[in-house]
């Protein structure tokens, strides 16, 4: 058995710019790939909320690249490497009223000006919220979907105000004591408040040091990882190419280099009741 193979950003400064204890998803698995990040908490409120205090701009990337590139100026750290994270949350695209989670991890490699992304969309989240007044049934039910307690809350009032991670029945009785007027309970989206959410970043960041510990076949740079699922798993009675995937495309930013790979539950074929043909 030989040594382990030195990755070749070791030695390098890699920053972690997050709020919201989120470097305790990400540093594990970097770690793992033998890079020793450092965390610099940045006030990334001021990038956009949640709760729409400030408004997002532009895209989830454009917001990741604007958190990683803040890092870099505030380090001083002209040729680090910086990792940024944003999510999102709302009804899923393809499957309409169910609540999905964006999330999206992006590398910069400042002294190539190398841009590496991993993102994943996923139905495991407790997104969700209640318009108050509601009655005590709603509630629970609310309650329960937003894994609360063990999940945070926060109630907005019809000034405006926001009360954030609620963490007890004490603390939500208070926030929904009707001279707050209160107008809306929702989940607590910020990653120190949902297990949920740090897990699907930690998975994430799993799924990123796996590509980062994996050299581009064509370049050599690292970084050669899953750039999206290729459609047209084939029907096992017909034929027809399904929706559901086939393979996964790998991709290097650094030079462009595609190849695929094969499904990870190595499936070679959709089955009659997925197909459009068998199945309309
Ligand atoms: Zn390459
Ligand atoms: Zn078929």
Redesign the pocket.
């Known amino acids: 058995m030989g040594a382990a193979p030195v990755h070749p950003w070791t030695g390098r400064r890699v920053l972690v710019a997050t709020m919201h204890g989120k470097g305790a998803a990400i540093l594990p698995a970097l770690a793992g790939i033998g890079l020793a990040a450092e965390v610099l908490e940045l006030d990334t409120d001021r990038f956009g909320t949640f709760t729409g205090e400030v408004e997002r701009t532009g895209s989830m990337l454009e917001a990741a690249r604007a958190k990683a590139r803040a890092a870099l100026d505030i380090a001083a750290a002209r040729g680090a490497i910086a990792i940024a994270s944003e999510g999102a949350f709302g009804p899923d695209p393809v499957l309409g009223f169910l609540p999905c989670a964006r999330e999206l991890l992006l590398v910069i490699d400042a002294a190539s000006g190398r841009e590496i992304v991993q993102a994943r969309r996923s139905l495991e989240t407790n997104f969700a919220s209640l318009d108050w007044p509601a009655d005590e049934a709603r509630l629970e039910a609310f309650l329960s979907r937003a894994r609360f307690p063990g999940h945070a809350l926060i109630v907005a009032h019809a000034d405006g105000r926001f009360t954030k991670g609620i963490a007890g029945r004490a603390g939500l009785s208070e926030a929904l004591d009707p001279g707050h007027r209160p107008v809306r309970v929702e989940t607590d989206m910020r990653a120190h408040m949902n297990p949920t959410r740090m897990g699907e970043i930690a998975a994430l960041a799993r799924t990123l040091a796996g590509a980062l510990a994996t050299p581009c076949p064509a370049c050599g740079e690292p970084g050669f990882g899953f750039e999206r699922a290729l459609a047209g798993l084939a ?6 190419p ?1 929706g559901l995937a086939r393979a996964e495309l790998l991709r290097c930013s650094a030079c462009g280099h595609e190849a695929e790979r094969a499904r990870r539950d190595a499936r070679t074929h ?1 089955e ?1 009741g997925e ?5 309309p």
């Not at 029907?235 to 027809?240: A, M, Q």
């Not at 197909?275 to 199945?279: F, G, L, M, R, V």
Request: proline share 14%; hydrophobic share 20%.
């Open positions: 029907c096992i009675d017909c034929g027809t399904t959709a009659p197909c459009p043909a068998c199945n």
